[in-house]
């Protein structure tokens, strides 16, 4: 499905035949999509980190390069963790199957549910499991590549429906959807959020939740390294000029933008929603991993993730 089109039914839709395929800036604006923040270095040995203005296209650009060249790793180092139908909101472990931020499990079945930034679709698998009926909608041919691989669906299918699209412009009909969601996906990569919520928006049927998670904006104002020199105020809070990972010909290979904790509940009142919660998961005690800038240490500390739970008015 091209991002020009309209979602019509509920057949699958497969993404092609399997190509070769090969992050981030954990703790200043890291994340990833469809679970959470990886990776070093936009994926280039010779990339250069700058923070300077980048717009819509080429954020869109360099995050679509970026994952089909890290999808592999990025799959095969934290595969495990994710899980392959396992709902994970962000590095602490945060599962939804014990938050239940979407709403009780056993009220999922037969809701419509759009996945954004779903990565290789582990948490569209675990909706499944539930009843519902998830479309998996990523920017990244390769990551819809991984969903197809790990589904391991007859005739090449995932089992649900598979988009490769932008956020920015959803392929999908006027309420379309009773629920949306995304664990660490699209959000914190796009210059233009508010499009983003204005597109789900549209696609909810009034009523209808938003759940997403991303980066803590605290993260920005601290150094970016899991040991103690991670808890050191290096930046301003309020500097929300976007993070770029650049290569020697000064090509954009990696982006992500900035907002403050105000900034996102206007943008989501401006779009229609209702903020409803706003989580921040504690770093539990059973969790020892350290995955790029987050880490036990500083995650019992500062908050490494939020979580909006918003609805549609």
Do not use: K
């Amino acid at each position: 499905m091209t991002d020009g089109d309209r979602y019509t039914g509920p057949e699958p839709v497969p993404a092609p035949s399997t190509g070769d395929g090969a992050g981030g800036r954990e703790g200043a604006g890291g994340a990833e999509n469809g679970g959470v923040s990886g990776g070093t270095a936009g994926g280039a040995d010779d990339a250069e980190a700058v923070r300077r203005p980048a717009g819509g296209y080429e954020s869109s650009r360099a995050s679509r390069g970026w994952w089909d060249r890290n999808a592999d790793d990025y799959q095969r180092d934290h595969g495990d963790f994710l899980g392959d139908a396992r709902f994970v909101w962000g590095p602490e472990g945060l599962d939804e199957a014990e938050a239940r931020l979407l709403g009780p499990a056993e009220a999922l079945r037969g809701l419509d549910v759009l996945e954004i930034g779903a990565g290789a679709a582990q948490c569209s698998r675990w909706l499944a499991a539930q009843g519902a009926r998830p479309v998996a909608l990523d920017l990244a041919h390769r990551q819809l590549q991984h969903a197809l691989r790990i589904g391991g669906g007859t005739g090449g299918e995932a089992g649900f429906p598979l988009v490769e699209a932008d956020a920015r412009a959803l392929p999908f009909a006027d309420g379309s959807f009773d629920l949306a969601c995304s664990a660490y996906g699209a959000i914190p990569f796009v210059a233009d959020p508010e499009q983003v919520f204005a597109e789900v928006a549209r696609v909810l049927r009034p009523g209808g939740r938003w759940v997403f998670s991303l980066t803590h904006p605290l993260r920005w104002a601290l150094a970016d390294e899991p040991g103690p020199e991670g808890l050191t105020v290096i930046a301003s809070y309020f500097d929300r000029t976007p993070y770029v990972e650049q290569d020697e010909h000064g090509r954009t290979v990696y982006v992500e933008h900035h907002r403050t904790l105000g900034d996102r509940v206007r943008e989501l009142r401006r779009a229609g929603f209702l903020l409803d919660d706003l989580v921040e998961p504690e770093w539990p005690e059973w969790n020892q991993q350290v995955w790029g800038g987050w880490s036990p240490l500083r995650g019992r500390l500062v908050p490494g993730t939020a979580v909006f739970v918003c609805t549609r008015a």
